[in-house]
Nanobody, 124 residues
Framework: QVPLEESGGGLAQAGGSLRLSCTDSARYAMGWFRRAPGKARDFVAGISWDDSNTRYADSVKGRFTISRGNAKNTVYLQMNNVTPEDTAVYYC?????????????????????WGQGTQVIVSS
């Protein structure tokens, strides 16, 4: 089991920003998912192993940005112009066994390792 450590969740007002971080033990293709109250866990954003490609859910395009930082094996989710509909538990996920690859995975069952989740609450 690869330990993924998430941080950065919390409270924000509508229109504000938050940045989530996910630190893992090695370089992987990564994704961010979220589970809103009473709903299934959904794909939010993903980044390829080589950082050449990113993908976003339609609901967050233009507002959220996934990136890999200079800090070793850290992936960020910058969340701007948040709305109450962004309230959810956010999870980072890692896909193992992929190297020198440009693909981005969006399916929950395509990822091997998961963080414990970090709560984001957006007030109106």
């Amino acid at each position: 089991q690869v330990p993924l450590e998430e941080s950065g969740g919390g409270l924000a007002q509508a229109g504000g920003s938050l940045r989530l971080s996910c630190t893992d033990s090695a370089r992987y293709a990564m994704g961010w998912f979220r589970r809103a109250p009473g709903k299934a866990r959904d794909f939010v954003a993903g980044i390829s192993w080589d950082d050449s490609n990113t993908r976003y859910a339609d609901s967050v395009k233009g507002r959220f940005t996934i990136s890999r930082g200079n800090a070793k094996n850290t992936v960020y989710l910058q969340m701007n112009n948040v709305t109450p509909e962004d309230t959810a538990v956010y999870y980072c996920a890692a896909k193992d066994g992929i190297y020198n690859n440009q693909a981005v995975w969006t399916g929950e069952d395509e990822y091997h390792y998961w963080g414990q989740g970090t709560q984001v609450i957006v007030s109106s």
